[in-house]
């Protein structure tokens, strides 16, 4: 039996809003069949003050689906269309006094159902850009999905990388044999081979060379270019001064959205393969006359 | 609310009362190690024997040496494959099929990965084996084939005396994971060309953390965990005697009981079906309903999913269980209803009922009486239901974007 909270059992017994809204103006359909979830979300938006007037839903789904969909529809209630779109799907679970790990994406379906409802309001097209695996790290609720993209992104080879950038496997421990799976199955895409133990960038002791340091961190914007290239991006090493490291970012990944992602991932990488804390500085290039 | 209602049977039963005082004083005074060479032991020594004469019998073994006591299911499952590996190891494939226990199905696939061939054999839509796919595969390259005798979420049978007779003719082993069989149905594998089978104390009213591989005499055989001497070498360890003695009981308690199984549990297990499928439209029994165990009853409830009716069940005190998604933690429902092709929307609304010889005609008439309301209740809130039925064209009329 799953450890639900009084709360999760409450709602899904006594539903709130359940049921089809005969004047909604605003439909949301989200779900996955095959996962044994879908929802659709009905709700009455006043057209003037765009405030949601009433909510309802109706719910394919275990019990925790059919909580998360009453305590979403209570949650938006009398909001505006934009208030509402700020409610996420962890204030969903915490409406609920938290969910099990392995229910969460049933609080992110609510949250999908409001983006879709709101998008149909708007005449805007919405679409899920969330897959979902299955759930590799049951402490921290992380698919492997998330943890394939991960260390593709970031030419990620070892557990212990995957766990700082995930935080997958930072707990019990129990799920490194399906992280090792993934990290293989990855590193092997790019034709390299995954070795247990230490991660190839170890923390020197001592302090290293001017020429070794600067080595080093060719080596990781080497690393990180032909995952960047391959989305018509590029970086380039600026500069390097003290504990500051000065780049640019090229092509599409100039002021692309993901850019302080991306950094924060060279950096992380940065920290790793010098052995000290850095920090990696976007630079913008005088653009050639 | 009125007592509890235990309809989950093929997950585990209750001990019987009869083994567990069977098993106390091995607790206490009768503490001595069987392989000890003083009366401690001694006395010990007579009773496992005695216990192990009591399984051979409900097995129908021909030697007593052929039981080898494990802690369990899966490790009896696990021994009987990585053995026929180990002797055969020339051999590079294992036929077993696609609605196995994970206990077979999860060992083949790691086995998969080291890079042996698995031939996972297909069932039709009411679970059954097509022995022309088994027969083709059949070959001098599998070591071992391992095929179930009794699906434990459907309770269909597999025709494994005529398969364990085919394997025989082809000179390859023949495995079966009989645990949900066993204790349930007449067992003669003196007669049979069986050389392996799986068995646990908990599925008939045994203790938990015992079971047996039932080993026949000549079969190849290497030992997964080696040591001490016991069990002729074969499983080393000390002997878990209170639980051995424990499954002793409940062998003996399945003989005595062997035609009540068949006969009252197997008219309960009817009565259940008929009343549920007779009060609930959009609902049917999966299975092979002809040829299955006597306790085990699989409705799949279309539109509504698992866990929210075992919830609603268990507020009442009923304690089922269900192929979905949700109850597992995964994203797919149960590997045995996707096999038969059973829809998404039937897959993860599929309960089973698993009975015993302690449940009565009353308890079953609480439960037909139960279940209805749940299942209309939670089609209320279903996208695919309407006012009194599915929504015409379910599939097309919701239609969600779909992660």
């Given at each position: 039996m799953w450890d639900y909270s009084d709360t999760v059992k409450e709602h899904f017994y006594n539903p709130r809003n359940a049921g089809p809204l005969a004047e909604a103006n605003a439909v949301g359909e989200v779900g996955s069949i095959s996962c044994g979830d879908a929802l659709r979300l009905m709700l009455k938006v006043d057209p003037g003050s765009e405030t949601i007037l009433d909510a309802s839903f109706q719910t394919f789904g275990c019990g925790s689906a059919i909580a998360s969909s009453s305590a979403l529809t209570e949650i938006i209630k009398g909001r505006t269309l934009d208030e509402a779109l700020t409610v996420t799907n962890q204030d969903i679970a915490d409406y609920l006094g938290g969910l099990p790990p392995e229910k969460m994406h049933c609080s992110v379906m609510g949250r999908e159902a409001l983006q879709s409802a709101i998008a149909n309001y708007r005449g805007e097209d919405w679409k899920d850009d969330h897959a979902e695996g299955a759930l590799v790290c049951k402490c921290f609720a992380i698919d492997s999905v998330l943890i394939e993209e991960t260390i593709r992104a970031n030419n990620l080879c070892s557990v212990e990388q995957v766990t700082n950038y995930t935080?997958?496997?930072?707990?019990?421990?129990?799920c490194h044999e399906g992280i090792e799976e993934i990290l293989a199955k990855v590193m092997a895409e790019r034709g390299e081979s995954f070795a247990p133990g230490?991660?190839?960038?170890r923390k020197t002791p001592g302090k290293l060379s001017t020429l070794e340091r600067i080595r080093r961190i060719e080596d990781v914007i080497a690393r990180a270019r032909p995952n960047l290239l391959r989305d018509h991006g590029d970086i380039e090493l600026v500069d390097v001064e003290g504990k500051t490291i000065y780049v640019a970012m090229k092509g599409a990944?100039?002021?692309?959205?993901m850019e302080a992602l991306t950094l924060g991932g060279i950096q992380q990488q940065m920290v790793e393969a010098l052995g000290e804390l850095v920090k990696v500085v976007p630079v913008k290039l005088a653009q050639p006359a | 609310m009125s007592a509890p209602i235990y309809l989950d049977n093929n997950a585990t039963t209750r001990c019987a009362p009869e083994a567990v005082a069977a098993m106390l004083p091995f607790f206490t005074e009768q503490f001595g190690n069987p392989s000890s060479m003083h009366s401690f032991g001694a006395k010990v020594g007579h009773a496992v024997k005695a216990a192990r004469a009591s399984l051979q019998g409900l097995l129908g073994a021909e030697q007593d040496s052929e039981i080898i006591y494990t802690a369990g299911g899966t490790e009896a499952d696990n021994t009987a494959i990585l053995s026929a590996l180990k002797a055969y190891p020339e051999r590079k494939e294992i036929i077993t099929t696609s609605v196995e226990h994970h206990a077979v199905l999860h060992l083949c696939g790691q086995l998969e990965k080291e890079g042996y061939t698995i031939h996972r054999l297909k069932v039709d839509?009411?679970?059954?084996?097509?022995l022309a796919e088994y027969r083709a595969v059949l070959s001098s390259k599998v070591a071992v084939v391992s095929v179930m005798w009794a699906n434990n979420e459907t309770g269909t049978y597999f025709p494994v005396v005529k398969m364990a007779e085919m394997a025989r003719a082809a000179d390859v082993l023949f495995h079966t994971d009989a645990v949900q069989a066993v204790g349930k149905i007449p067992l003669d594998l003196r007669h049979s060309a069986i050389d392996m089978l799986s068995l646990s104390g908990h599925k008939l009213h045994g203790p938990k953390g015992i079971g047996a591989l039932y080993l026949r005499r000549g079969a190849r055989f290497r030992p997964l965990l080696r040591g001490g001497g016991q069990e002729r070498g074969r499983r080393a360890g000390t002997e878990n005697v209170p639980a051995i003695i424990g499954l002793g009981v409940a062998a003996q308690l399945a003989i005595e009981h062997m035609t009540e199984e068949n006969s009252r549990v197997r008219a309960l297990r009817d009565r259940l079906q008929a009343g549920i499928l007779a009060a609930v439209p959009n609902a049917f029994a999966t299975g092979d309903l002809d040829n299955r165990l006597p306790n085990t009853l699989n409705i799949a409830f279309e539109y509504v999913e698992g866990e929210a009716i075992l919830m609603l069940l268990n507020k009442q005190g009923i304690a089922a269980s269900s192929g979905s998604a949700c109850t597992s933690g995964s994203l797919e429902p149960s590997h045995v209803m996707r096999a038969m092709g059973i829809p998404y929307t039937a897959a993860h609304g599929t309960i089973r009922f698993s009975l015993s010889r302690e449940n009565t005609e009353a308890e079953i008439d609480r439960v037909i009486a139960a279940v209805p309301p749940i299942i209309a209740r939670l089609r209320k809130l279903s996208p695919y239901w309407g006012e009194d039925g599915p929504v015409t064209d379910p599939e097309k009329a919701f239609a969600p974007a779909y992660a």
């Open positions: 935080k997958a496997g930072g707990s019990c421990s129990s230490q991660p190839p960038a990944c100039s002021g692309c959205q | 839509g009411k679970g059954r084996l097509d």
